[in-house]
């Protein structure tokens, strides 16, 4: 709960609180002077040790050691030369408390227990104590709960702040989390996108140039049909990639995400541009996990759209096997690839494949095959059957 906008704060309470102890300690040195007659007013050297005294608590935070040894020295100042003497003490205490507040809590007990040490030497060795047994002894008691309390207010204080660097490091740290999970989700979304568009917008390219420069009637329909194909599989996986984008109550025209059950019909869209598929999926694990099963749909779309697009190949074979703790996938052609020419796997196509399998803890590898063609492998790790 946070305290009134009205009530100072800082170097402005610090100020109030030198000007009320100010007033206080001489109110009651006039109310000393009023009820000693015979004595009269204090000296002019009591008013000056009282407005010293109490100015220096203004540096009280800043310099809370500094302003400890100022009260102690002019309070055994004051007493011996003032009479009669005001409440000077308190500032004295006020002094002790900021001390210990601020930690210095050994210095604080360290000077009031040679102030209460002077203080007893002198009603020992003065022929007049000033000061009765209970009142010294209750002295004693006071310097001691007043450095205690004094400590206490430290580590509270202290125990606040390491709060608040917490929470703020703990609000930081989440912020942080939400941004690299929406960096991720993008990242995931875009992808997705990518493969989506990328493979089922290269066979509708490849069908629209067939239909265009062809001049066999029947094939011209075949082109048309298969791009018509094409289209339909790609807004409907397309509705299912932005139905996962919202984020309302009612229900989106989703579909189940692809796997290797369809690969299949992947390969016959593939076959329908070009080159011949064949898909070998008699090893493959039973019930693979969701996002697993997707990571492996998209690589061979992935690795089937470049063969399309950059490869001059007659046919594709696709392999999914189980081997050990984890899936293998492994797409050949046998045609050259213009892609073989650069390093593998520094296509953006590739670099997805390769982020698909590394984010699932699997490995990644594509190049030329030593008997000509292009070879692309990913292993996925999945659950023992």
Not at 262 to 268: G, V
Request: charged share 20%; proline share 5%.
């Amino acid at each position: 709960m946070r305290a009134p906008t009205w009530i100072p704060r800082g170097r402005a309470a610090d100020a109030l609180l030198a000007l009320a102890a100010f007033v206080i300690v001489v109110a009651g040195t006039l109310l000393n002077s009023a009820s000693d007659i015979e004595r009269g007013l204090a000296p002019a050297a009591g008013w000056a040790l009282i407005a010293v005294a109490c100015g220096a608590l203004y540096w009280r935070r800043t310099r809370p050691v500094l302003v400890l040894v100022i009260a102690m020295v002019v309070n055994a100042v004051y007493y011996p030369v003032s009479e009669p003497d005001g409440p000077i003490m308190l500032v004295f205490v006020v002094a002790v408390y900021s001390a210990a507040a601020e930690g210095r809590v050994l210095a604080a007990g360290i000077v009031a227990a040679v102030a209460l040490a002077v203080t007893l030497f002198g009603e020992v060795g003065s022929e007049v104590n000033h000061l009765e047994d209970a009142a010294l002894w209750m002295m004693g008691g006071w310097f001691v709960a007043v450095v205690a309390v004094g400590g206490v207010v430290h580590n509270r204080r202290a125990y606040l702040r390491e709060a608040d660097r917490r929470a703020l490091a703990a609000e930081h740290g989440r912020e942080e989390e939400a941004r690299r999970r929406a960096t991720e989700e993008r990242l995931r979304i875009a992808r997705e996108v990518h493969d989506v568009l990328g493979h089922n917008i290269s066979l509708i390219n490849v069908q629209a140039t067939a239909a265009l420069h062809g001049g066999d009637p029947a094939r011209n329909e075949a082109a048309l049909e298969a791009i018509k194909q094409a289209s339909k599989e790609t807004l409907r996986e397309l509705r299912t990639t932005l139905g996962m984008l919202r984020q309302v109550d009612e229900a989106a025209p989703t579909a189940p995400a692809p796997g290797v059950a369809r690969l299949d019909e992947l390969a016959e869209r593939t076959a329908a541009a070009g080159p011949a598929v064949r898909i070998d999926t008699a090893g493959a694990p039973r019930d693979l996990p969701a996002e697993t099963d997707l990571a492996v749909y998209r690589i061979v779309q992935e690795a089937l759209t470049n063969v399309t697009r950059h490869s001059a190949a007659a046919a594709a074979t696709v392999r999914v096997r189980r081997d050990g703790d984890a899936v293998r996938v492994e797409i050949d052609d046998d045609g050259p690839a213009a892609q073989a020419a650069e390093p593998a796997g520094s296509g953006s196509g590739l670099a997805g494949m390769r982020h698909r399998a590394e984010s699932l803890g699997g490995t990644f590898d594509a190049g030329p095959r030593a008997d000509g063609g292009y070879r692309v492998t990913a292993t996925l790790p999945v659950p023992p059957p």
